[in-house]
């Protein structure tokens, strides 16, 4: 058993809420876009999250806050720091997701079992992650304040940073309460909208170049 809190201490850390993606492993490999809940989207924020071009960002991790059926809510966590057999396809990802998702899990907030090397399975939603996350926090939205000159100013003395971002559905406004309650504030990374993956790809860009 592994402390919620231990998955969250990597340098750069990005939570993408995932509204109705499988929760119980019960779908098919071959179709991501439908059984498994637009899956394909989450596979493709992990993508951006984790894979340079020859490798991994060893200091970044990813984690799915999981809400759809049929057994929600559970957040799926892939560290940089310690994950094998990732492959950029997105098949080869959505079987190391399904083996991790069809593990039993209890009921209880906070249990927490490793799937596979690098890959966590936790019981609990996003209330449960905010109670856990540590350093800073922003809100990934459309028309907020401009991300690259906030990160720049609070980049470089920051320990680990984490990064809010919706699916391809709004957050609810609930959501953005929540988060808002915790973090530092909401910010944009562009005037236009863009996908949550493309986001996360900005924001590496953003912070390796404050880091450089
Ligand atoms: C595809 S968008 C959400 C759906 C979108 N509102 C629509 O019109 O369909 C996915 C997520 O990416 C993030 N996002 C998209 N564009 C952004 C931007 N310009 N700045 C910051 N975050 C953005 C937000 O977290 C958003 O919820």
Redesign the pocket.
């Given at each position: 058993m592994t402390e919620t809190s231990d998955l969250f201490t990597l340098k750069r850390n990005f939570f993408v809420l995932a509204h109705r993606v499988n929760t119980d492993g019960n779908f098919n490999l071959n179709d991501l876009c439908g059984s498994a809940g637009r899956l394909d989207g989450i596979i493709r924020s992990i993508n951006s999250s984790l894979f340079l071009s020859h490798g991994i960002r060893r200091d970044s991790a990813v984690h799915a806050i999981m809400m759809g059926p049929s057994d929600p809510p559970k957040v799926l966590s892939i560290l940089g720091s310690s994950v094998r057999y990732l492959n950029p396809d997105e098949r080869s990802t959505a079987s190391l997701i399904k083996k991790a998702l069809e593990i039993a899990l209890p009921a209880s907030n906070g249990s927490c079992i490793r799937s596979t090397p690098g890959i966590y399975v936790t019981r609990g939603g996003l209330d449960h992650v905010l109670d856990n996350v540590k350093g800073r926090s922003f809100?990934?939205?459309?028309?907020?304040d401009k991300?690259r000159k906030i990160l720049e100013t609070i980049a470089m003395d920051v320990g680990n940073i984490n990064f809010?971002?919706?699916?391809?559905?709004?957050?609810e406004e609930e959501e953005i309460e929540t988060i808002m309650l915790t973090s530092d504030g909401a910010?944009?990374?562009?005037?236009?909208?863009?996908?949550?993956d493309h986001?996360i790809t900005v924001i590496h860009s953003i912070l390796d170049d404050i880091e450089n």
């Open positions: 809100l990934l939205l459309e028309n907020a991300g809010f971002l919706s699916d391809d559905r709004d957050f910010i944009s990374v562009s005037p236009k909208v863009l996908h949550t986001c």
